[in-house]
């Protein structure tokens, strides 16, 4: 079963406006990563967050995360239409393995 | 630095043919080695894994295997596939023992007929 699982599903907005996608997991984890695909590509990393850090900024992105309702949100601000992409989240647990969730599809509109 | 390399990348078999996919990493030692699939428009499902030359470890019962010949040679094979084989496979390594930052390949798209 999936650990993390993004809503929505899909977005679209207008150039310049902020996105945000959201992230909720079941178990306890020791950080939250998001990462960025492209279509047909591999997964590039954006950013990882500890479990005992509630915020995390790099350039146009700013991740928060909320342990005690399992929850992260990935906000890209000023978006632009290079941002078009899926974006997964991925939790990684004392269990160990990285877990992904299914996704949200990102269209920036011009 | 470090690079990884998966080919080919975009394959098509008939159902019933065998498949090897090829995953290699450059600029690191000892790397833990993944498989993933992503079927259209979903998110990745982990195939397997390997933390070590010969150890790997199987996350969901299905037609395929893998195998670690060297250190950063991760193989996805199967000797004969069904047409729900059909993906995106994707390889990833990560840092061995560190369990966080993983960087994906390009990814093979497979479609069997």
């Known amino acids: 079963s999936q650990q993390g699982e993004e809503d929505p599903q899909a977005l679209s907005i207008q150039e310049g406006e902020n996105a945000t996608m959201n992230c909720s997991y079941k178990t306890s984890i020791n950080n939250l990563q998001w990462y960025r695909q492209n279509s047909g590509r591999g997964l590039v990393h954006l950013i990882l967050i500890r479990s005992n850090e509630r915020e995390k900024h790099s350039g146009r992105l700013r991740v928060t995360l909320d342990t005690s309702k399992k929850s992260s949100s990935l906000l890209i601000t000023a978006s632009r239409a290079a941002d078009t992409a899926s974006y997964f989240c991925?939790?990684?647990?004392?269990?160990?393995?990285?877990?992904f969730g299914s996704g949200t599809r990102l269209s920036i509109r011009p | 630095s470090q690079t990884i390399h998966q080919w080919p990348a975009t394959l098509v078999q008939p159902v019933g043919s065998p498949l090897s996919l090829e995953c290699t990493v450059e600029g690191t030692s000892n790397p833990n080695l993944y498989w993933y699939r992503q079927a259209a428009g979903r998110g990745l499902q982990l195939l397997f894994y390997?933390?070590?030359?010969?150890?790997i470890s199987s996350e969901v019962p299905q037609n395929l295997s893998a195998s670690r010949p060297q250190d950063r040679q991760f193989i996805l094979s199967s000797k004969k596939l069904l047409l729900s084989d059909s993906g995106f496979y994707l390889c990833?390594?990560?840092?061995?023992?560190?369990?966080?930052?993983?960087?994906f390949g390009p990814g093979t798209r497979l479609l069997v007929l």
């Open positions: 991925a939790t990684e647990s004392s269990a160990s393995k990285i877990i």
């Open positions: 390997s933390v070590g030359i010969g150890q």
């Open positions: 990833a390594w990560e840092t061995g023992g560190a369990q966080e930052t993983q960087y």
